[in-house]
Each structure stands twice: as C-alpha cells, then as structure tokens.
Nanobody, 123 residues
Framework: QLQASGGGLVQAGSSLRLSCSVSGGTFNIYTMAWFRQTPEKAREFVAAISRNGGPTKYADSVKGRFTISRDNAKNTVYIQMNSLEPEDAAVYYC??????????????????WGQGTLVTVSS
C-alpha cells in the first residue's frame, strides 16, 4: 500500500516536499516514481528513482527544480519541489514496481499506485 502526503496550496516560486510511505511490501526492491495528473491532461511522468537510490530520471519540465529521493530504512520516497510554477499544479501520485531495476518513465511499468495528493500553485 502506498500513501502519499504533503500536498497543499503554495505560491509560485515556493517549495513543497511530498512523501510516499510504502507498507506491505519489500520497499527496497521497488523502483519508485512520481506522476501527476490534471483534469486536462493524461497522467504524466515526473520523476523516478532506482531501488538503491542511485539512478534517477526526470521529466524535462521539472529538471533542475525537483529532486526525487528515497529512504529505504523508512520505506518512503520523497520529491522535493522547488521554484513551483502554476503549471506544476496537479494531483501527484507515487508509484512503484518490482519489475525493473532502472527508473522508467512509462506509467504502464508501475503496478502499485498511491491515492494521490493535490498540489495547488497560485500565481
């Protein structure tokens, strides 16, 4: 089970950190990722991190502003979001898969999903 938290309303230029805690599985074998979705867009990839926290991958739109990390001792993955823009407003979902050892951008690779946490960015 994946439980995302940390969303909220912030002003443009602000920072926010989302967390996703994982229970009921072997967290350190999961490649983890964050996706986001708005009513106007399909769910899109944001960032992913490998099992051991090594290789990461980011969407071009968030590179240099967002950082994904994980703490395997706490079964938690994070995404630090800096310099938020109104275009970053969305429901953010964490996802995980045991089926790949490298970060992947495809939503179809991920088999476990959290419930989503809403990020609103005011201009």
């Amino acid at each position: 089970q994946l439980q995302a938290s940390g969303g909220g309303l912030v002003q443009a230029g602000s920072s926010l950190r989302l967390s996703c805690s994982v229970s009921g599985g072997t967290f350190n074998i999961y490649t983890m990722a964050w996706f986001r979705q708005t009513p106007e867009k399909a769910r899109e990839f944001v960032a992913a991190i490998s099992r051991n926290g090594g290789p990461t991958k980011y969407a071009d739109s968030v590179k240099g502003r967002f950082t994904i990390s994980r703490d395997n001792a706490k079964n938690t993955v994070y995404i630090q979001m800096n310099s938020l823009e109104p275009e970053d407003a969305a429901v953010y979902y964490c996802a995980g898969t045991p089926h790949t050892t490298v970060p992947t951008t495809s939503r179809w690779e991920y088999v476990f999903w959290g419930q989503g946490t809403l990020v609103t960015v005011s201009s």
